[in-house]
């Protein structure tokens, strides 16, 4: 059986080596000149290729779609993954919240093992080339098209990724082929990605550690986080926001605009709760009854911070403490619990970890990634409605989806 795969990123190269070794004739598309761009620069070159857990814990971590993964990923758990990569030669290390690395810290590591394990176990890799559509007879895939020729192939893989980090190879081409093929695609935004908001001037590159961070759309809080963020130049990121992100999705139009009111509110004092933040305040307050709140303030947060609160509680940072009412102690406490940032939306769509919409599942068989439309026509990894959290998930998604259409076909 001849299968063509467009597209040799993460799960287009295990696809690709799984369906050779099981004696398939198998032709690999890509477009750029090497392959695994995106693989690349994943965990910021190191590469979080899995995340140590349990199935329960990885569901738990898939956002959109978690019970369509159900099938495929008891199938291709995240321990097989590591046992996987090791079979292939890779020392793999597990670091804070089960994140799981290669030990030589590179990602390229993993990158040449599944390159390796695609071409050793016989796929053909053609770089510079880009898969355009798919031709179908009676409802079965009957050859691939692309821009140097057409290829007549009984299986069709479309492993093509997203829309993000577009500089990869992620370009959307896999929505264009599934539309043509008759698919739905649920229009793709990026997800894990920062946050536009209003008010952060003078605050780019500072980031905070152990702080809650809330999304609040209409006075509804949609997604709390606990951890660091940072603020950019143009709004705020780091791990909590881009959680958020992915977890507030809907809050979010096709553009990336927010849908309502939405405000980022930060607990600068998470530990401590409305009665121990007094006591805290009215300490700071009487060991330094002359000084400026201003500078009173600078004890409790970092510097650039300080005139945030004060506007946000109304007070003149030039005031001495021993003038400070009580009114005015709980107007600094409030800003302390939930300073506030309007958001006006994603940052650019390219800037995001993953991109959210895709394929739409339920036209996919979630056994084995066949089209329930098109026969022979399958869809694994990014290109599908299914993303997660950081931590290795997503690229577990792609293993999963890659593997389950080598057990369809073997
Ligand atoms: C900065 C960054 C860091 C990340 N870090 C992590 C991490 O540490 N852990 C984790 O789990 N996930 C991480 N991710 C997400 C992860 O990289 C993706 O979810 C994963 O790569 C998706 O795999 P895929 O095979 O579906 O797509 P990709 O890996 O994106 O591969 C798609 C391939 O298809 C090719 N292609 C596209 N269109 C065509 C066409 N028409 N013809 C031929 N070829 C085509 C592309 O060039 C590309 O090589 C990160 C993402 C980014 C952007």
Redesign the pocket.
């Known amino acids: 059986m001849r299968a063509v795969i467009?597209?040799?990123?993460?799960?287009?190269?295990?696809c690709a080596g799984g369906l050779a070794e099981a004696g398939h004739d198998v032709v690999?598309?890509?477009?750029?000149e090497r392959?695994?761009?995106?693989?690349f620069?994943?965990?910021?070159g190191?590469?979080?290729?899995?995340?140590a857990c349990d199935v329960r814990v990885f569901l738990e971590n898939v956002v959109s779609n978690p019970k369509f993964m159900n099938s495929s990923v008891y199938g291709f758990s995240p321990s097989d993954t590591v046992g996987f990569f090791e079979s292939l030669g890779v020392k793999l290390k597990v670091e804070r919240g089960n994140?799981v690395?290669p030990v030589s810290d590179k990602?390229g590591d993993i990158v040449k093992a599944l390159e390796r394990y695609a071409t050793r176990s016989g796929a053909n890799i053609r770089l510079n080339?880009?898969?355009?559509s798919v031709k179908t007879e009676n409802g079965r895939v009957e050859s691939v098209v692309?821009?140097r020729g057409e290829y007549p192939c009984d299986v069709m893989v479309v492993?093509?990724?997203?829309v993000?980090?577009s500089s990869?190879?992620?370009?959307?081409?896999?929505y264009?082929?599934a539309k043509k093929a008759g698919h739905t695609v649920k229009p793709p935004t990026a997800g894990?990605v920062p946050l536009l908001a209003k008010g952060v001037d003078g605050l780019a590159g500072l980031s905070l550690k152990n702080v809650g961070v809330s999304l609040v759309v209409d006075g509804k809080s949609v997604a709390s986080q606990f951890g660091e963020m940072l603020f950019t130049h143009t709004g705020v990121s780091g791990p909590v926001v881009l959680t958020a992100s992915s977890l507030a999705g809907k809050y979010f139009d096709e553009k990336g605009a927010t849908k309502g009111k939405a405000v980022l509110e930060i607990d600068l004092k998470p530990a401590l709760n409305a009665e121990t933040l007094d006591a805290r305040l009215v300490r700071e307050i009487s060991s330094a009854p002359k000084s400026a709140v201003r500078t009173m303030l600078f004890t409790l947060m970092p510097k650039s911070l300080a005139p945030c609160v004060l506007n946000q509680s109304g007070i003149d940072g030039d005031k001495k403490c021993c003038d400070v009412s009580k009114k005015e102690r709980e107007s600094i406490a409030k800003a302390i619990k939930a300073l506030s940032f309007v958001v006006t939306g994603k940052d650019r769509a390219d800037l995001?970890?993953?991109?959210q919409g895709g394929v739409d599942v339920s036209e996919i068989d979630p056994k084995t990634m066949e089209s329930r439309l098109v026969g022979g026509l399958y869809f694994?990894?990014?290109?599908?409605d299914v993303?997660?959290l950081?931590?290795?998930?997503?690229?577990?998604?792609?293993f999963s989806?890659?593997k389950a259409v080598v057990r369809d076909l073997s």
């Open positions: 467009a597209g040799a990123g993460a799960s287009g190269l295990l690999v598309i890509e477009k750029n392959v695994g761009k995106k693989l620069i994943t965990g910021k190191r590469c979080n290729l899995t995340n994140r690395f990602s080339e880009r898969a355009i692309t821009d492993a093509t990724g997203g993000t980090y990869t190879g992620s370009t959307g081409d896999g264009a082929i894990l995001g970890i993953i991109t694994i990894g990014e290109v599908l993303d997660a950081t931590g290795g998930f997503n690229l577990q998604i792609a989806t890659a």
